[in-house]
């Protein structure tokens, strides 16, 4: 028997992962733009990041509604929350896309600097995080987000190795200095991602297991 949330709910995760099929392509796009030192592409993605903006606002309105009236409990309302939740996280890495195409389009504009050790692959892990909080969110699959948050540290660590060879080449080329402090930015805004990545497993667990596991690891120490 179908029930009256059950169509709401559909209708919700629909447009959610619409969100998260646009996060990914622009922030492909974003992190293209650097390696490829495009500014027209780069810059495409302000004009992309607007629908992500728009789905999020329609997912604003339909929890709003569904919350006044079908007044969701228990599993319901732990799966609609979750949903607006994912929806936030989602718009925020549009967000972090946007900045990154920033900083690629003034690389553009100046003399080509090798990039950073790690950077690449930083930027592989933050993609690579936010496509299996995705595919958790999509199947319902708590042990995949599990997955995700484990990985997280890895990510942190590599921000790390790119902002320290970044400063170290400030010190020893300052001449190349606005080059490295956007390499640094772009390691920020792609750790960023990749904690929102991390932010939609904890969602996807808490909706599914009922487990909150948002700030575990701090509180557990």
């Not at 903006?53 to 969701?72: F, G, N, S, Y």
């Not at 732990?78 to 936030?88: D, E, H, Q, S, Y």
């Not at 995700?148 to 320290?164: C, K, N, S, T």
Request: without cysteine.
């Amino acid at each position: 028997m179908t029930r009256i949330l059950d169509p709401v709910l559909m209708e919700l995760r629909k447009t959610v992962l619409r969100m998260g099929s646009l996060s990914e392509a622009i922030l492909g796009k974003a992190v293209s733009s650097v390696w490829t030192r495009d500014g027209a592409l780069a810059r495409q993605v302000r004009q992309d990041d607007l629908e992500i903006d728009r789905l999020d606002i329609a997912v604003d309105e339909a929890v709003l509604r569904a919350l006044a009236l079908q007044a969701p409990v228990a599993d319901d309302l732990r799966n609609v929350l979750a949903i607006k939740m994912i929806a936030t996280d989602l718009e925020r890495v549009g967000d972090l896309a946007r900045n990154i195409a920033k900083s690629a389009d003034r690389l553009a504009t100046r003399t080509e600097v090798e990039f950073p050790p790690k950077l690449r692959e930083l930027a592989e892990e933050a993609s690579s995080l936010l496509r299996h909080a995705l595919d958790a969110f999509s199947d319902r699959d708590t042990a995949r987000a599990e997955r995700v948050l484990r990985a997280d540290d890895d990510v942190d660590d590599d921000q790390d190795i790119v902002v320290e060879s970044a400063i170290a080449e400030i010190i020893s080329r300052p001449e190349f200095t606005s080059q490295e402090l956007d390499y640094i930015l772009i390691a920020k805004n792609l750790e960023r991602v990749a904690d929102h990545a991390t932010n939609i497993a904890e969602h996807v667990i808490l909706a599914e297991d009922a487990r909150n596991l948002k700030h575990a690891s701090k509180l557990a120490s």
